[in-house]
């Protein structure tokens, strides 16, 4: 009986009485939000951001406290635990709580460990999706990812591993793969390229690095495998996505390549 009067006491003084959203906020441009997550950004009481997204898609949450909990790396930034728990306690506070998410929440947005903490505390949850950065980069190439006769499959990875994780063969993905598709990789451009032709990939296989995709400022190089270590000397600070496979064999001859830079590297 005890139990059954604390049990009740805890729901009374805790209810769940929100719903967290967990939004793609797209690649960086506005207005490739989508129409259902600008609607609830609208209806927001609290948003819980990354540190990218763009202030003008947060702008659309007229009504609603705005929280930076984002991470880039070599800054400091929130830990997930602390992020998880915050998202918890807001939906016991707010009837819409978001959690508004650079991309795509479910690819590279440690979308799952917030949603096992929610699911944990018995609170419900809608998943809203986003514009990847590598669908954007490629609508801005004019390249398509997959191309008959070239490539039949494509692969997401990061050569990123988290604090406390151990190694995995992230490799093997992108070495199978015929259109590899790097996220968070400019920083490892060595590492990434070294392994990559250790495992067989050729040193000549096509590569262009986009940096800020979709917005006014996106960059594009465009380089061989051997060479992508130069990425470090190109000056790059924004969020870079590293593409990489024959469907690029072309890239140098589009329109927006300037000419090639020292050390065989073009760049828009």
Not at 110 to 135: D, K, W, Y
Not at 156 to 176: I, K, L, P, Y
Request: with cysteine; proline share 4%.
């Amino acid at each position: 009986m005890d139990c059954m009067k604390s049990m009740i006491a805890s729901r009374t003084t805790n209810p769940v009485r929100g719903k967290v959203y967990l939004v793609g906020a797209g690649p960086g441009a506005p207005d490739l939000l989508t129409l259902r997550a600008a609607a609830i950004l609208r209806r927001a009481d609290i948003v819980f951001h990354d540190a990218l997204v763009h202030q003008e898609t947060l702008l659309l949450a007229q009504n609603a406290e705005k929280i930076a909990v984002g991470k880039r790396c070599g800054k400091l930034s929130t830990a997930q635990r602390f992020i998880n728990k915050r998202l918890v306690d807001a939906a016991r506070k707010h009837a819409v709580v978001v959690r508004l998410k650079g991309g795509d929440p479910m690819l590279f947005g440690r979308a799952q460990e917030e949603i096992e903490a929610l699911q944990a505390a018995g609170i419900n949850f809608e998943v809203v999706p986003g514009v990847t950065a590598a669908l954007a980069a490629s609508a801005g190439l004019g390249i398509s990812l997959t191309q008959r006769g070239v490539s039949r499959n494509v692969a997401f990875v990061t050569a990123r591993v988290g604090e406390g994780q151990t190694d995995h063969d992230w490799a093997a993905s992108a070495v199978a793969a015929d259109t590899a598709l790097i996220y968070m990789g400019v920083g490892q451009a060595r590492l990434i390229a070294d392994t990559l032709m250790a495992r067989g990939r050729s040193p000549a296989t096509p590569v262009v690095v986009v940096e800020n995709a979709s917005l006014p400022g996106e960059r594009r190089f465009a380089l061989s495998l051997s060479d992508l270590p130069h990425v470090a000397g190109l000056g790059i600070k924004g969020p870079a996505l590293i593409m990489l496979g024959e469907v690029f064999a072309a890239v140098q001859q589009t329109a927006g390549f300037a000419d090639a830079l020292p050390e065989t590297a073009a760049v828009s």
